[in-house]
């Protein structure tokens, strides 16, 4: 079976590459996945150089002129890019005969938001309040998207494996989030929608009226703001409709033709170059990475809340990555089992799985999933990510993949 471990350029730095190489090849994977282009945070990392890393918004390699000349956007460059960090591991994972992949977060990046804010999102209100979710709508974040693409492909990786490459959820757009106000499940995903003008015209060319389904949502939520109790429960389809009405529903169905016609540029992009995409699906990241405690609702189920129409990415992208995180392995089996049928059984199935904290408690547990996702369907397993675990943690990989 395929598989990889995420790693960071900053573990390789800060380790050597020949030392980290070794550790993961011992794992009895075959392949590795780098962030070639990552965003900001600090993380605590047990076996780094610092036990305290922190990671910037921007690409490990310099932009290439043919691609991002005369573009508004241009990603950031992380300090040592000019070293050729990923040409160095292309090497020497051929060396081994182990694959390489491009690890790239795509839309999401507080340091572009911040400095170009008509590019992010735009809620209800007309607050640019989110501004590390780039809008997958926006003309320009499209062009800079398929370039980063054609970019990361263009390093020699067996694959493109994409990050945020959709609509961003409403709790991760900034960093220090505060809120007094209890809103609950459904008002965060409302004020969460973008309502900037080519959201609004794109839905409006489907036959939308998204300007009422923009004043509905200034509505409730102002309603909220202003004191009035916050609806609990799940958000889906049907009960998004009765709290907000069938307009608001059209509005955020809508949204996947802005994603999955993207995806499809960045694949057929990414394919000229000579790579092949993974398209990551965000949904099983906003249901379980805080504790591996996802809610009831499948992920392949509540992708359309990001704008991922899965069975639609089914036919236009060769690999769909799902993310396992949940401490239950019937859990882990089931969502794989609704992303299988939902894709068919032609395309890939990449499964990320943690094999520590906050979702994987032992070895057993992680040779379970491993087990229970192969059953299921899952055609690689890939773990995350080398330098935020422990190496005993790592070093449960081995039994897992051989169980």
Request: proline share 1%.
């Given at each position: 079976m395929d598989s990889s471990v995420y790693v960071y350029v900053e573990d390789v730095r800060g380790e050597g590459l020949q030392p980290v190489l070794d550790r993961v090849a011992g794992y009895g994977v075959t392949g590795v996945t780098v962030a070639a282009a990552y965003h900001r945070t600090r993380d605590v990392t047990p076996h780094g150089s610092s036990r305290v890393t922190i990671r910037r918004d921007g690409v490990h390699f310099l932009p290439p002129a043919d691609l991002f000349g005369g573009l508004r956007l241009v990603p950031p460059v992380q300090a040592g890019a000019e070293e050729a960090p990923l040409a160095a591991l292309r090497r020497a994972t051929a060396e081994r005969g182990l694959k390489l992949h491009g690890w790239t977060v795509f839309l999401h990046s507080v340091t572009l938001g911040d400095v170009h804010p008509d590019v992010t999102v735009r809620n209800c209100f007309g607050d640019r309040g989110s501004l590390a979710d780039l809008c997958p709508s926006h003309p320009d974040v499209r062009l800079?998207?398929?370039?980063?693409?054609?970019?990361?492909?263009?390093?020699?990786?067996?694959?493109?494996?994409?990050?945020?490459?959709?609509?961003?959820?409403?709790?991760?757009?900034?960093?220090?989030?505060?809120?007094?106000?209890?809103?609950?499940?459904?008002?965060?995903?409302?004020?969460?929608?973008?309502?900037?003008?080519?959201?609004?015209?794109?839905?409006?060319?489907?036959?939308v009226d998204a300007e009422a389904a923009r004043h509905e949502c200034a509505r409730i939520v102002g309603g909220v703001l202003d004191g009035d109790p916050p609806a609990e429960g799940e958000v889906t389809r049907a009960a998004l409709t009765a709290y907000a009405g069938p307009e608001v529903v059209a509005y955020a169905r809508a949204r996947s033709e802005a994603v999955t016609s993207l995806v499809s540029e960045i694949a057929a992009a990414v394919a000229d170059e000579g790579s092949r995409l993974v398209f990551l699906d965000g949904t099983g990241a906003v249901k379980g990475y805080a504790d591996g405690l996802p809610s009831p609702v499948l992920a392949a189920h509540d992708a359309w809340q990001l704008g991922v129409d899965v069975v639609a990415l089914g036919d236009l992208v060769p690999s769909l990555g799902v993310l396992g995180y949940a401490?239950?392995?019937?859990?882990?089996?089931?969502d794989v089992g609704a992303y299988r049928r939902s894709t068919g059984k032609e395309r890939e199935l990449r499964v990320v799985l943690r094999p520590g904290p906050p979702d994987t408690d032992s070895a057993d547990r992680l040779a379970a999933k491993v087990r229970a996702v192969r059953a299921a369907g899952a055609d690689a397993v890939d773990f995350y990510a080398y330098g935020l675990m422990p190496y005993p943690i790592l070093d449960r990989i081995p039994a897992a993949l051989s169980s």
């Open positions: 800079y998207a398929v370039a980063l693409a054609r970019a990361v492909a263009r390093q020699g990786v067996d694959s493109v494996v994409a990050e945020g490459l959709h609509f961003g959820a409403f709790g991760h757009g900034y960093h220090h989030e505060r809120s007094f106000v209890a809103l609950g499940p459904m008002d965060l995903f409302l004020i969460g929608l973008c309502f900037c003008d080519f959201c609004m015209r794109r839905a409006a060319d489907l036959g401490r239950d392995a019937a859990r882990v089996a089931d």
